[in-house]
C-alpha cells in the first residue's frame, strides 16, 4: 500500500503545478490589459508564451490525476514524458527572456523607436524623460515633458534609464518565477517515479502471493 508521506508528497507538487499554470495563465492574460510600461515591456509573443505555458501546465495537472487513477505503471511513466516535456518548454521560454535581458538597452531601443509618437510622448511624459539614448535619439516632440527641441535638451534626462530600470526588474522577476517553475516540475518528476517504483514493488509482491496462494490484498 502507497504511504500517506508519498501519496502527500505527489499531491502535493501536483497542487503546486496547477498553481504555477494558473499564476502564468492569469498573468498573461492580465498584462494585455492597457498598461503603457507593461505593453512597452512585453510583446505579444512574450504574452502568448506565458499563455500556451499555463495551459500546458494546467493540462499536464489534469492528465496527472486522470492518470494516476489508473491502475499499474504505465500511465505514471506517461506522465514522467509530460513533465520532461513541461521541463524542456520551461527552459526554453525561461531562457529567451534571460537572453533578452542581457542586451536589454539596445533592445528596448529598438521597441521604443517602433512605437508610435504618441505612445512615445505618454511614455516621455510619464517618465520625465526625452529622447531613448539622447535627447535627439527618437525623441517625440509634444507633450509636457518634451514639448521642443530646446526643452528636450535643457532637460537632460533621456528614457533608457527609467525604461530600462521597470523592465529589468519586471524581466528579471518573470524569468526567476519561471525558472522556479523547474523545481516543481523536478519534484513532481521524482515523486512520480517513487510513486512507480512502489507500484512495482506491490505488483511483484502480488505476483510472488498468487503463486504460494496468497489471498493478500494489496492496494
Not at 531613448?132 to 537632460?156: I, K, M, S
Request: aromatic fraction near 10%; charge should be positive; include cysteine.
Amino acid at each position: 500500500m502507497l504511504s500517506k508521506k508519498l501519496l502527500g508528497a505527489w499531491a502535493f507538487f501536483a497542487i503546486c503545478l496547477m498553481a504555477a499554470g494558473v499564476l502564468s495563465l492569469t498573468l498573461s492574460i492580465i498584462w494585455r490589459q492597457p498598461n503603457l510600461l507593461l505593453n512597452l515591456t512585453f510583446s505579444n509573443l512574450d504574452l502568448t508564451s506565458g499563455t500556451v505555458l499555463g495551459i500546458v501546465l494546467l493540462a499536464t495537472f489534469i492528465l496527472s490525476l486522470l492518470l494516476v487513477a489508473q491502475r499499474g505503471t504505465l500511465g505514471l511513466k506517461i506522465l514522467n514524458w509530460v513533465l520532461l516535456m513541461n521541463g524542456i518548454i520551461i527552459l526554453l521560454i525561461g531562457t529567451y527572456i534571460w537572453i533578452f535581458t542581457l542586451h536589454e538597452r539596445n533592445n528596448y531601443h529598438a521597441i521604443f523607436g517602433g512605437e508610435s509618437d504618441a505612445t512615445k510622448i505618454l511614455i516621455q511624459d510619464t517618465l520625465k524623460c526625452c529622447g531613448y539614448f539622447n535627447a535627439a535619439d527618437e525623441v517625440a516632440f509634444g507633450g509636457t515633458t518634451c514639448p521642443n527641441q530646446a526643452a528636450a535638451t535643457a532637460l537632460n534626462n533621456f528614457c533608457v534609464t527609467p525604461i530600462t530600470k521597470f523592465t529589468d526588474m519586471t524581466l528579471n522577476n518573470v524569468f526567476s518565477t519561471i525558472y522556479g517553475f523547474m523545481s516543481i516540475v523536478i519534484g513532481f518528476f521524482l515523486a512520480n517515479m517513487c510513486v512507480i517504483k512502489k507500484r512495482q514493488e506491490i505488483e511483484r509482491f502480488k505476483k510472488i502471493d498468487s503463486k504460494r496462494g496468497g489471498g493478500h490484498s494489496f492496494i
